[in-house]
Structure formats: structure tokens, C-alpha cells
């Protein structure tokens, strides 16, 4: 399921972080995590799909598709530290994997570029992720046409 998820990471990498990762089990409808939670782990979609949805001043919207089998979540907290930016609820019976930030931390300080790899992956991720909102919130043509 990783090797999906991280592909910059050693197979070696790969399977530490899948024998650290806690797998977690949701039913449809029940709520990963809330917009504004601390999120301090990783997790990664092993089986399911989780909807996304944001609250911006009561009015409720998800600009992101449902996210499935090895996709990454909670990276922008894992990232940064702030709060979720988002919602994640079940949409029917999902399974995660919790990957521990002090896990990723200790494999960072064996050895650094472990570092630059995993946050390359994060990084992709991410630019995937802003992509994708970005054609929902405008689905028109990605280049503006020039004068006729």
C-alpha cells in the first residue's frame, strides 16, 4: 500500500514505516477527524474512501474529490502544525493507516535524506491535491486564450 503512497522512499523505508503504521477502521459516516483538531500523525488511506469537506462561515463545501487507497491525509498539519484545515468522514467502512510523527522523526534522524525523500513525496501530494481543487473550484480551460 505505501510503496502508492511514498515512492521516493526506499522499499527498505517503505516497509518501516508499514510496521510502524496503526491500522485504524471507520464505518460510513463516522468522522476521522474535525477542521480545527490537532492532527499530529500521517495517515494513509489503505482501504475505502474518505470524503473532505470544509466549513467556511456555515456554508459547507468539498472541493476536493473523495480520496482513496494510498492517499496521504493530514499532511498539510502533519506539515506545518496548525490545526485541520478540513473534515475527513467515512464514506462507507475505511480503513487508515496512522503512521506516528515520532516514528518519521526518528527514521529523519538516522538518517537525512530519508528527510528529503518523504517530504518530496508530501510535497506531491500536496501540488496533486491543490490541482485537483483547483479544476473543481474551475473546471474551464487551464490557459487563459490569447488575442484572436
Known amino acids: 500500500m505505501l510503496e502508492h503512497s511514498f515512492k521516493n522512499l526506499t522499499a527498505e523505508e517503505r516497509t518501516t514505516l508499514a510496521q510502524v503504521a496503526v491500522p485504524r477502521s471507520f464505518q460510513g459516516g463516522e468522522t476521522v477527524f474535525c477542521q480545527g483538531d490537532k492532527v499530529d500523525n500521517l495517515m494513509v488511506v489503505a482501504r475505502g474512501m474518505l470524503r473532505v469537506t470544509h ?4 456554508h459547507l463545501s468539498e472541493f476536493v474529490g473523495p480520496l482513496g487507497p494510498g492517499d496521504v491525509v493530514g499532511e498539510m498539519s502533519f506539515v506545518d502544525g496548525q490545526p485541520a484545515s478540513a473534515t475527513l468522514i467515512a ?7 496512522i503512521i506516528p510523527r515520532d516514528a518519521v ?6 538518517d537525512p535524506g530519508f528527510a528529503g525523500r518523504f517530504y518530496k513525496d508530501i510535497l506531491l501530494h500536496l501540488a496533486h491535491r491543490l490541482r ?3 479544476l ?4 474551464g480551460p487551464a490557459i487563459a486564450p490569447g488575442p484572436a
Open 55 to 58: 466549513d467556511f462561515h456555515g
Open 91 to 97: 464514506d462507507g467502512d475505511t480503513d487508515v493507516l
Open 105 to 110: 522523526d526518528g527514521l529523519m534522524a538516522e
Open 132 to 134: 485537483t481543487t483547483n
Open 136 to 139: 473543481r473550484a474551475d473546471p
